[in-house]
């Protein structure tokens, strides 16, 4: 069955970088995209941004640009967010997702909680 | 890009029907047929409900549909049960290549 699992929580200072990995399993991981969504404590769902997982082209949620990196290793079907320069209102769960098209996300990983504070 | 509009809460009793809209522009509901809804339990990841303004991925059960007509996309859910207590997103496609969610909704079983 497909899953996607994230790594772990993190406690990170203002200013520092966080990476959270998505590992893919029961299907071919370059066949479908990988779309981030993050959900700030009590807060709605929010776009980061959409990484091909057969080419590795990106499209970055204009909020995001300058601050985000998505990559994939398709080696190991898993896929990376690097978030750089973290405020206080970074603070949220992170979640990847799988994207087959038509703006669906369809499989969701279990979140990465990432903490941000001093 | 602005969230897209939804009620903060909608309730209803048990067996009763309830729908929740999602209203956004010409640029992303009205513009695409891809409207997506999704459920939220307390502290679980979201679960797709609804892809592609009204078909219905396998599993989720038929008391869920979807619709859209303009700019507003509405979610219905029939014979309401307690465990669909939950929030609610929907989620179009932009003209900017992006997606967007609504703010969401808060689905209360009296």
């Known amino acids: 069955q497909v899953q996607l699992m994230q790594s772990g929580g993190e406690v990170k200072k203002p200013g520092a970088s966080v990476k959270v990995s998505c590992q893919a399993s029961?299907?071919?991981?370059?066949?479908?995209?990988i779309t981030w969504v993050r959900q700030a404590p009590g807060q709605g769902l929010e776009w980061m941004g959409w990484?091909?997982?057969?080419?590795?082209?990106?499209n970055y949620a204009q909020k995001f640009q300058g601050r985000v990196t998505m990559t994939t290793d398709t080696s190991t079907s898993t896929a990376y967010m690097e978030l750089r320069s973290l405020r206080s209102d970074d603070t949220a769960v992170y979640y990847c997702t799988r994207d087959p098209g038509a703006a669906t996300l369809d499989y969701w990983g279990q979140g990465s909680l990432v903490t941000v504070s001093s | 890009q602005s969230a897209l509009t939804q009620p903060a809460s909608v309730s209803g009793s048990p067996g009763q029907s309830i729908t929740i809209s999602c209203t956004g522009t010409s640029s992303d509901v009205g513009g695409y047929n891809y409207v997506s809804w999704y459920q939220q339990h307390p502290g679980k990841a979201p679960k797709l409900m609804i892809c592609e303004v009204s078909n219905r991925p396998s599993g989720v059960p038929d008391r869920f549909s979807g619709s859209k007509s303009g700019n507003t996309a509405s979610l219905t859910i029939s014979g309401l049960q307690a465990e669909d207590e939950a929030d609610y997103y929907c989620?179009?496609?932009?003209?900017?290549?992006?997606?967007?969610f609504g703010d969401g909704t808060r689905v209360t079983v009296l």
């Open positions: 989620s179009s496609y932009t003209s900017s290549t992006t997606l967007v």
């Open positions: 990484l091909s997982g057969s080419n590795g082209n990106t």
């Open positions: 029961g299907y071919t991981f370059t066949t479908y995209d």
